[in-house]
């Protein structure tokens, strides 16, 4: 009979260490250098792990910043920052690969084993901050900018033996930026036009751009890879990036900016001295692989200040090239958004002007400057005067004056895209900027959606079509002073349509679920799923409460709800039906008190519903938590002042702050079957408490002390409780 016996006497106790050792010298800030040096050992860990990481690392970092300009004459405005950095870092493991056996010192380990890698780059830039006198510098030298960066890596592990990458990129833009006062006023002669003239009148139309950016970019980079095997890989980049925008604001409403991105491939004259000199004699691009084009425009109007209609369309088309087999994929995303910002108050005031305010206008007008200037200008100059009707008008100003702006905004957007087709071809700019395909969406035409290019040959036909449309409402209201609710409702629907007649449709909308599966009608409406608005609501000034003065400085209250209705739709009929019954918080409170010292108290307390019924089996997951959240803040400043005679006296600041974090969550999950029989899936509660103590000792000495403290009780893992304690001395030395 064999026994192998096994006996522990005692446990094996490691220390692990870890340092860090940093310097930083500047010189006048035309020299800095930053170095640092790091090591931390296998058996090393924090208090929050219960194991060390098993590998040794050493990590050097040198980080060098040289400011030639600095010495250079300061009207010439000329920068050209130079960066060095180095970096390498090295790891090493505490066992052999897939055994149990100690390499020793970390030293003496071979690199086979070891993750090395290095790293040493630099980048310089040059451009203009200051304004040329000559006219020649001001529209070339002044806008243009160039930057040059040189990178090298070298990396090793088990499984490479050498991975060596050496980038170079190269950039130079130009952009200017015109005159504001290029425009004309075509509309001058209608000023004096009672009501309307003023507004026209100072119509502009710009005749000159408004900002041109153009700027250029090559990226060349090389791989080279050596397995352990033999094996070796190598690989090559040479790109060249152009960029070109134009932005033109036609009127002070209409502003249009116009952007195109061109990507090429020059991997074919990369190694070749004579093949790129006759690249940049032909100005011969190379393979463009991608291509992208984006149109903005917007249509502000904002002298209609009661009303601020703006109208915006974004387009964007990309184009790439796959160039394995030569086919092209497209895609034009396009986005019409209207909105309007209804002020009541600002309505009314531009056919009535208040009394209160038409007096203290004329109090505060005196000869020169005036700040109520700008302000009285933006009033109507026509005032009813009619007593009669100013008197009817008085009461619904004064309603106006508590609402808040009615802001609403109705939002189409439209994405189409289409891959596996010949690479030769440009679709329509119809297409690109999703013309067609919006005007099918507002005036019902019968364009395509597809672009009409045909597909690569032996390449599968594929395409998405996808149309969101969105309406959000927002408004609010100022009950009596320090008592504001808010009020938001939104309403979205998402349509997909796929190759293969494949077609999804995804709703959103406002409301309140009502019954166990939240699609019941409600009483005596005898209708469901009626679309309510959330709410916010939020109560300032309650510290002005007899009681409540004497302790508290402020005192806020918070009320907040959700809740929505998400369904799913196909082709078999509707999915899935999620709703969401949310108050977060329910009620809140901040509370700050009075004295010298700042002393604050925040809980708030938030109950959350949510409901996903599976149409296809007729079940209902209900998941309901409750959640308790607070935290208290205490702090206190001091110091001692020592006078000294014959040097400079000692101001010491000290400040400790006391901070208690507590939260208490509870999530209860339930399924419900479709004949009503309900089954507990899953009940968890969590409780976290951390207090925090931090202190400050001058400017240069600061510390903590925190403890954590978890309680986790679920319904299948049990019951499990952490506990960790920590602190943090830190001591500034400067010199």
């Known amino acids: 009979v064999l026994i192998n016996e096994m006996r522990f006497t005692d446990v094996k106790k490691t220390r692990g260490q870890a340092f860090r050792i940093k310097t930083d010298v500047n010189f006048a800030d035309l020299l800095s250098i930053n170095t640092s040096f790091e090591r931390k050992d296998s058996e090393f860990r924090t208090l929050q792990e219960r194991l060390g990481s098993g590998t040794t690392t050493d990590k050097v970092s040198i980080n060098t910043n040289f400011n030639p300009h600095i010495i250079l004459p300061a009207q010439w405005g000329v920068k050209t920052p130079v960066s060095i950095n180095y970096l390498t870092n090295v790891s090493t493991p505490k066992y052999k690969t897939g055994t149990d056996i100690l390499v020793g010192d970390f030293n003496d380990a071979p690199d086979s084993i070891k993750t090395i890698s290095q790293s040493i780059s630099m980048s310089t830039s040059f451009k203009k901050t200051t304004r040329s006198d000559k006219w020649w510098m001001k529209y070339t030298l002044d806008k243009f900018t160039t930057g040059l960066s040189v990178s090298y890596r070298k990396s090793s592990d088990i499984a490479v033996a050498s991975n060596v990458t050496q980038d170079y990129s190269w950039n130079m833009g130009y952009s200017y930026q015109f005159s504001n006062e290029n425009y004309w006023r075509p509309l001058k002669f209608m000023e004096t036009v009672p009501l309307i003239g003023k507004t026209f009148s100072e119509s502009k139309l710009f005749w000159s751009p408004k900002k041109i950016q153009s700027s250029m970019k090559l990226n060349e ?273 998402t349509v997909i349509r796929e190759d293969g007649s494949k077609e999804t449709i995804t709703r959103l909308i406002s409301l309140i679920p009502i019954g166990t599966r939240g699609n019941d009608s409600i009483p005596g409406l005898n209708q469901k799923n009626i679309p309510v608005p959330n709410w916010d609501l939020n109560w300032t000034g309650l510290h002005k409460l007899p009681i409540l003065n004497k302790i508290f400085s402020s005192v806020t209250l918070t009320h907040a709800y959700k809740g929505e209705l998400s369904q799913t739709e196909t082709e078999a009929g509707l999915q899935n039906e999620d709703y969401l019954h949310q108050f977060k918080p329910l009620l809140g409170f901040n509370f700050k008190f009075k004295g010298e010292n700042t002393m604050s108290l925040n809980t708030n307390l938030s109950q959350t519903l949510t409901i996903k019924n599976n149409t296809q089996t007729g079940s209902t997951e209900r998941t309901f938590s409750n959640a308790l959240t607070g935290d208290i803040s205490y702090s206190k400043q001091g110091g001692l002042y020592i006078p000294i005679f014959f040097f400079r006296d000692f101001d010491i600041k000290n400040d400790i702050t006391f901070k208690l974090n507590m939260s208490y969550d509870n999530s209860i999950k339930n399924t419900i079957s479709i004949s009503g029989e309900s089954s507990l899936l899953d009940n968890t509660t969590n409780l976290s408490i951390r207090p925090e103590l931090t202190y400050s000792f001058t400017r240069w000495v600061n510390g903590g002390l925190h403890f954590d403290y978890k309680f986790v009780d679920n319904l299948t893992t049990g019951q499990r409780t952490e506990r960790d304690f920590g602190f943090s001395v830190k001591i500034k030395i400067q010199g």
């Open 221 to 493: 980079d090389t791989n080279n890879k050596l397995y352990r095997n033999g094996t070796e890989n190598i690989t090559e980049g040479f790109d060249l990036i152009r960029d070109f925008s134009l932005t033109y604001q036609f009127t002070n409403s209409v502003t249009s900016t116009y952007s195109k991105n061109i990507k090429s491939d020059l991997i074919a004259i990369k190694n070749s001295p004579d093949a790129r000199l006759d690249a940049i004699k032909n100005l011969n691009p190379g393979l463009v692989t991608n291509m992208s084009e984006q149109l903005s425009n917007t249509i502000s109007m904002d002298k209609v200040r009661w009303l601020r209609p703006t109208i915006t369309y974004n387009s964007k088309f990309s184009w790439s090239l796959q160039t394995t087999d030569f086919n092209s994929s497209i895609a034009s995303d396009n986005t019409l958004k209207t909105s309007l910002n209804f002020n009541a108050k600002d309505f009314i005031e531009t056919f009535y002007t208040p009394d209160n305010v038409s007096s203290s206008s004329s109090k505060s007008s005196r000869p020169g400057r005036n700040r109520n200037k700008n302000k009285t200008s933006k009033k109507s100059s026509f005032n009813i005067k009619n007593k009669y009707f100013r008197y009817l008008i008085l009461p619904f100003h004064s309603v106006a004056t508590r609402l808040s702006p009615v802001s609403a905004s109705y939002t189409i957007t439209i994405n189409n895209s289409e891959a596996g087709l010949v690479h030769d071809q440009m679709p329509s700019y119809f297409y690109r900027f999703g013309i067609h395909s919006m005007q099918n969406e507002l005036i019902g035409s019968n364009y395509p959606f597809l672009s009409g290019i045909s597909n690569q040959e032996n390449t599968l036909e594929s395409w998405n079509n996808k149309i969101s449309r969105d309406l959000a409402l927002s408004s609010g209201l100022n009950f009596i002073s320090g008592i504001v609710i808010k009020l938001n409702f939104l309403d979205k629907e």
